[in-house]
């Protein structure tokens, strides 16, 4: 299976602060990298595919970049609905495996 | 909007089958792949496996992660507008949040792209005697 690391585990940031979340591959997986936002008792929310395409809906402040083994999803201008917990995903091949998650806290 | 909705028992003894339901409501059962998803207490997602669209000419059999895949099914109810989640032989290792969703598939340049675009809120196992 194809390991997915996240990094950091945890950070604070205050409101207005560029975040940049980071997502490494254990081998190359193209641009096959999913993101997903997760609040406590909500169900997560889709956020971006293939790397750097938005869904529909998602704030412009959030972009993604990378392939191949190193990724990034990036708040540009952090604001108070966006603290929650951020997954990467890989589609490249079975099983897609998720990283460990990024909790993003209020410094 | 489709929305997703899991049930099913909250508590489960060791060596049984844990059976989950997820229900669709908001758009078709028939046009989409669906998939389950959990996280164990403390840990991170992992993939369970998904079911192919059944409307589809080419639909396929199941496909099961491969370290829970001599315990799993994953079966589809169109009447119901549901689809479901059996894994046997539950032990503590088990116990965890469970999630549906449905599964996307994008094609950008010849390059298939999946994911899981509309998730339930999840309910949780706990496996105990």
């Known amino acids: 299976d194809i390991q997915m690391t996240q990094s950091p585990s945890s950070l604070s940031a205050s409101v207005g602060d560029r975040v940049t979340i980071t997502c490494r591959a254990s081998?190359?997986?193209?641009?096959?990298l999913n993101w997903y936002q997760h609040k406590p008792g909500e169900a997560p929310k889709f956020l971006m595919y293939?790397?750097?395409y938005s869904q529909s809906g998602v704030p412009s402040r959030f972009s993604g970049s990378g392939f191949g083994t190193d990724f990034t999803l990036t708040i540009s201008s952090l604001q108070p609905e966006d603290f929650a917990t951020y997954y990467c995903q890989q589609s490249y091949s079975t099983p897609d495996t998720f990283g460990g998650g990024t909790k993003v806290e209020i410094k | 909007q489709v929305q997703l909705q899991e049930s099913g028992p909250g508590l489960v003894k060791p060596s049984e089958t844990l059976s989950l339901t997820c229900a669709v409501s908001g758009d078709s059962i028939s046009n989409y792949n669906w998939t389950w998803i959990r996280q164990p207490p403390g840990k991170g997602l992992e993939y369970i496996g998904y079911?192919?669209?059944?409307?589809?000419?080419?639909?396929?059999?199941?496909h099961y992660n491969p370290s829970l895949k001599s315990r799993v099914t994953i079966s589809v109810d169109t009447s119901k507008k549901q689809f479901s989640l059996k894994l046997r032989s539950v032990t503590a290792a088990d116990t965890a949040v469970y999630y549906c969703?449905?599964?996307?598939?994008?094609?950008?340049?010849?390059?298939?792209?999946?994911?899981?675009?509309?998730w339930g809120k999840g309910t949780t196992v706990t496996v105990s005697s």
């Open positions: 079911i192919y669209n059944i409307g589809s000419p080419d639909h396929k059999p199941p």
């Open positions: 969703a449905r599964r996307r598939l994008e094609i950008i340049t010849n390059t298939y792209h999946y994911y899981m675009d509309v």
């Open positions: 293939a790397a750097s």
């Open positions: 081998q190359s997986i193209s641009n096959s």
